[in-house]
């Protein structure tokens, strides 16, 4: 990692005074990401102390690049002093996110800590609704009114542009605050400083402030927007989302659906500085879940017993069977629900998805029930062979048509598809698929 730290500086255990004065040389050397690194590998007690040695400036970059979950667990870890700078220097957006992570008590602490203006704009953003853009876009903007000139737009760029999230899509509004346009600081600078922001300006692409805040992401993402304005429910500017927040929810959303569809939560912070007890707990919920349906492929086993004294081998191929109708739900769900995610597919078409997937399951059914007749008649006898096949064309049309309806389903009842993750889905069709199973061994086999 470069100029990285010596590796005794990340080790467990509290650094010796003696080291000090070298690890802050050390980290003075390093460059914000390589610090960043660092501490994110550390344990958080080590890492609080490392924290500590860095300079007002570089603490803060740093901590503006963790996680709002390792934040919160770092402000529990520092002394009082070291976090009311840090959290005053944050962009009221990021208190939001930290805020949510930190005790009641902490949160109305270091709220108080704040000045009149910023507790404001901090306080506005906290009655957004948890997943809403209003609670990750930024209050600090610089906006333009149509009756600007170029000439004066510079003047208030020059004036608030340290202050200001982003100075490079600028908004227009009228006398109550009205969203009526944007203009790029390319287009100020470009034109005369006579012209009026009225001739520059363009139809903007807004959200309102209670849209969710992921599919506002999206839509700035695809339509390569570098911010783009949020406005109340009478069309009132009240923030912008800017291009780096918006692939940062983006980014967190596929973290939480990727350990969602492995049956576990986020951690939202460094594997090792994460406590055992955390990571179970983060996987303990679904595991439960898991457990308790997976009762259902027992009580199916159960009903079908004496069917299993009477063919003995048709217990060798439950594995096969539950398996392949396991991952054939997951493929059709992992599917459905990024084409949810990108806007391809929508809940009203649950029918033409379930179709599609079930000619898909079919499909994949035929040519793997082909292959199981063939190598079961060749090992054992035909009847098994046709039991084997036709359980692998029927099961395969299963799990895809059930696995491509539930994201559909979900996005429905306002439910995450995320939640009827592959874990769930695979469950579901080990049961089913052992219905089908016996039922068919049933009629073929005559027992």
């Known amino acids: 990692m470069g100029q990285g ?21 050390k980290l003075a050397r390093m460059s914000t990401t390589e610090v960043t690194s660092t501490l994110w590998r550390c344990s958080l007690k080590r890492s609080a102390v490392l924290f500590r040695l860095l300079s007002k400036e570089r603490a803060l970059e ?18 009082d002093e070291d976090v009311t700078g840090l959290f005053a220097g944050l962009d009221p957006d990021d208190r939001v996110g930290l805020l949510d992570e930190v005790p009641a008590v902490l949160a109305k602490r270091l709220l108080s800590d704040l000045t009149p203006h910023e507790r404001a704009l901090t306080t506005l953003m906290l009655g957004y609704p948890a997943r809403s ?6 209050p600090e903007y610089v906006r333009a009114h149509p009756e600007f000139t170029a000439g004066r737009v510079l003047e208030i760029v020059r004036h608030r542009a340290t202050e200001a999230e982003t100075i490079y899509m600028i908004p227009v509004t ?3 605050k009205r969203l009526v346009g944007v203009v790029s600081l390319r287009e ?28 506002v992401a999206r839509r700035c993402s695809e339509a390569n927007l570098l911010a783009m304005p949020i406005v109340d429910s009478e069309k009132r500017l009240v923030g912008i989302l800017t291009i780096d927040d918006a692939h940062q929810i983006l980014r967190d959303a596929e973290d939480e659906d990727i350990a969602r569809a492995g049956g576990a939560e986020p951690l939202r912070r460094p594997y090792l500085s994460t406590s055992a007890f955390k990571i179970a707990r983060a996987r303990v919920v679904w595991l439960l879940v898991l457990a ?11 009903i079908f017993e004496a069917t299993l004294e009477q063919k003995v081998v ?14 054939t739900g997951s493929q059709a769900a992992t599917t459905i629900t990024r084409a949810l995610a990108m806007g391809e597919v929508t809940s009203k ?6 179709l599609r997937e079930f000619r898909v399951g079919t499909t994949l059914g035929l040519l793997l029930g082909i292959l199981g007749f063939t190598l079961a008649s060749l090992v054992y006898d035909v009847p098994t062979g046709l039991v084997i096949g036709s359980t692998l064309l029927c099961v395969c049309a299963m799990a895809a048509t059930v696995g491509g309806a539930m994201p559909l389903i979900a996005k429905a009842i306002r439910v995450d598809p995320a939640v009827f993750s592959t874990p769930f889905i695979t469950t579901f069709c080990d049961a089913t698929g052992l219905l089908i199973y016996f039922s068919l061994a049933k009629v073929i086999l005559g027992i």
């Open 5 to 25: 730290i010596d590796i005794d500086l990340v080790r467990e255990g509290a650094l010796a005074e003696a080291d000090l004065p070298l690890a802050a040389a």
């Open 62 to 79: 740093v901590f503006e690049r963790f996680e709002p979950a390792h934040q919160a667990d770092l402000v529990r870890a520092l002394r």
């Open 133 to 138: 853009v209003g609670r990750r876009m930024s």
């Open 174 to 176: 009228d006398g109550e």
């Open 188 to 215: 100020i600078l470009a034109a005369s400083e006579d012209a009026r922001v009225s001739e520059l300006m363009q139809t903007p692409e807004l959200a309102t402030v209670s849209d969710d805040a992921e599919q």
């Open 292 to 302: 308790v349906s997976a009762l259902l492929t027992v009580q199916v086993l159960g």
């Open 314 to 327: 048709l217990a060798l191929f439950i594995p096969l069977l539950t398996g392949t109708g396991g991952n």
């Open 349 to 354: 078409d649950v029918g033409r998805v379930l």
